[in-house]
């Protein structure tokens, strides 16, 4: 049995994103795994990172999140509601976060947990090592995340060619900022497009092909990027020379 947090984002409990959640839930525990829920819009999640959730200098240096073995602890110095999420982080084997896109991201209210939860010795610093582990280790290592999202405009337009841009160039920055930089597997993002126009087939299809998903949460390969310490980069910041000669961009990630 393992333990699925399900991040996700919607203020309409008949919204396809709704509809989604339950059927992603249904299926994990049909699959004997336990199951724990972000709604954010019903939890009235505070989105805005503030002076509170910035820790002093002093702070700062007394914060540490993970312990030898791994566990995860918080000093006391952070927001009730963030070390609660914290918790709950922590707690997961696994993370989906399920979304509607609203302008090429995620809603503002996850982008805003992202923001307050992903604290200093948590997801960045980790260690205290400054940038010593990140993307392939780092304080979220071990655990794996992937992306859920629903699309007003059709596949088309976020296709190799399509005029919005691909997918998953446009969720790169989650992706690999977000997931893979604090160390977590990241599997291929599952899209719904064209849900502006979707019909009550489209939507039981949309349910089916998550719940598919979520037989293989804990199987299928994860997006190849590449790690910091692998080699690929070798002072820590840019490709080495020999690495995928003259890929530039977002495609160089890729191994
Ligand atoms: C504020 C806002 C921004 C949106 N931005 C996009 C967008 O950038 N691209 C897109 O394809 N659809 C966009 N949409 C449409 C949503 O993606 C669509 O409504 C959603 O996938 C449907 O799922 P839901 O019923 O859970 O809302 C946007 C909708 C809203 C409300």
Do not use: C
Request: aromatic fraction near 10%; charge should be negative.
């Amino acid at each position: 049995m393992k333990t699925v947090l399900l991040v996700h984002a919607h203020p309409d409990p008949h919204s396809l994103t709704a509809q989604m959640v339950r059927a992603a839930r249904a299926e994990l525990r049909a699959q004997g795994h336990e199951v724990i829920q972000s709604d954010l819009y019903a939890m009235g999640w505070n989105a805005v990172y503030d002076e509170h959730d910035f820790p002093d200098r002093q702070d700062r240096e007394r914060l540490s999140f993970v312990d030898e073995s791994g566990h995860a602890f918080s000093t006391g110095t952070q927001p009730d509601d963030v070390r609660a999420e914290q918790a709950k982080l922590m707690a997961a084997d696994a993370v989906v976060f399920q979304f509607p896109l609203w302008w090429f991201g995620m809603p503002a209210i996850m982008k805003g947990w992202i923001e307050r939860v992903y604290a200093f010795g948590l997801a960045y610093g980790y260690q205290g090592a400054g940038n010593r582990h990140r993307y392939g280790e780092g304080g979220l290592a071990g655990k794996r995340a992937l992306l859920s999202v629903t699309t007003g405009g059709p596949a088309a337009d976020y296709g190799p060619r399509g005029i919005n841009g691909q997918l998953d160039e446009l969720l790169f920055p989650i992706t690999h900022g977000v997931l893979f930089y604090p160390g977590m597997d990241v599997l291929p993002t599952y899209a719904v497009h064209g849900t502006s126009r979707i019909d009550a087939e489209g939507v039981e299809r949309a349910k089916a092909g998550l719940a598919a998903r979520m037989r293989t949460l804990f199987t299928d390969a994860p997006i190849p990027y590449r790690t910091q310490n692998g080699g690929d980069f070798p002072d820590r910041h840019v490709l080495a020379d020999d690495v995928a000669p003259g890929v530039t961009g977002l495609r160089a990630h890729l191994r």
